[in-house]
């Protein structure tokens, strides 16, 4: 499986402020996720990290709050916009598993985000 | 549209055995996993299933029966260490990875 890490582990942010997530994969991937866990809450996909073009940002997302960076095929990065106390939660990068021969979805360890 | 169905608790006691059942309708498609969640970390995967059947993964096994929309995850043997949330994910569109994700079952497993 991919090995996946992010930047920061955590972070406590003020209101109005924004926050660059990174995350890094060991191996090449040709899909990288963004998805975000609120407090005990499932996981939504906030969008999908297309190398070279444009990210696509599921129903409730949109770039000007999210935007999302996709430069290579091993790292991408997540920027919450203009914070408030209502994006305090869990941001999670995932990756498919076709660069190591494989499917699945693997996921990151997740930036815990709390905004005052 | 997606819509998930899966318990929101489960308690169970150590050495028995536990079935997590979801229910799902989706737009298209294409497989479905089980992840596993404990408090304060990040998913991690235990199966996909894309045929029908039983699949069979050491403690974990899972079930898939596509014309039902049903899928199940049977933990033998519980541990306390399963005490997790597990969470149901189909994956929709051919051709496509992305995943929906329900609300996930907490199971607690106690001595």
């Known amino acids: 499986s991919a090995v996946i890490s992010q930047k920061p582990s955590r972070d406590i942010c003020q209101r109005g402020t924004s926050l660059t997530i990174q995350c890094q994969v060991d191996?090449?991937?040709?899909?990288m996720f963004w998805y975000r866990q609120q407090p005990g809450q499932s996981l939504t996909l906030i969008a999908t990290?297309?190398?070279?073009?444009?990210?696509?940002?599921e129903s409730g997302f949109v770039i000007d709050k999210f935007p999302i960076s996709r430069p290579n095929l091993t790292f991408s990065t997540l920027t919450v916009s203009n914070m408030s106390p209502e994006d305090s939660s869990i941001y999670l990068c995932?990756?498919?598993?076709?660069?190591?021969?494989?499917?699945?979805?693997?996921f990151g360890p997740g930036t815990r985000l709390t905004v005052l | 549209g997606q819509n998930i169905d899966q318990p929101t608790e489960m308690t169970a006691t150590e050495g028995a055995i536990v079935q997590i059942n979801c229910t799902y309708q989706t737009s298209g498609f294409n497989g479905l996993f089980w992840y596993q969640q404990h408090a304060g970390e990040a998913p991690t995967f235990l199966s996909y299933?894309?045929?029908?059947g039983l699949e069979e993964k050491g403690r974990f096994s899972s079930f898939l029966s596509r014309s039902k929309g049903y899928s199940y995850l049977l933990l033998k043997e519980l541990q306390m260490k399963d005490s997790a949330s597990y969470l149901c994910a189909p994956l929709s569109g051919a051709g496509s990875y992305q995943l929906t994700f329900g609300k996930g079952t907490k199971l607690s497993v106690i001595p």
């Open positions: 299933n894309v045929l029908d």
């Open positions: 995932s990756v498919d598993g076709q660069g190591a021969g494989t499917d699945t979805q693997y």
């Open positions: 990290a297309n190398q070279g073009s444009e990210a696509t940002y």
């Open positions: 191996s090449q991937v040709t899909m």
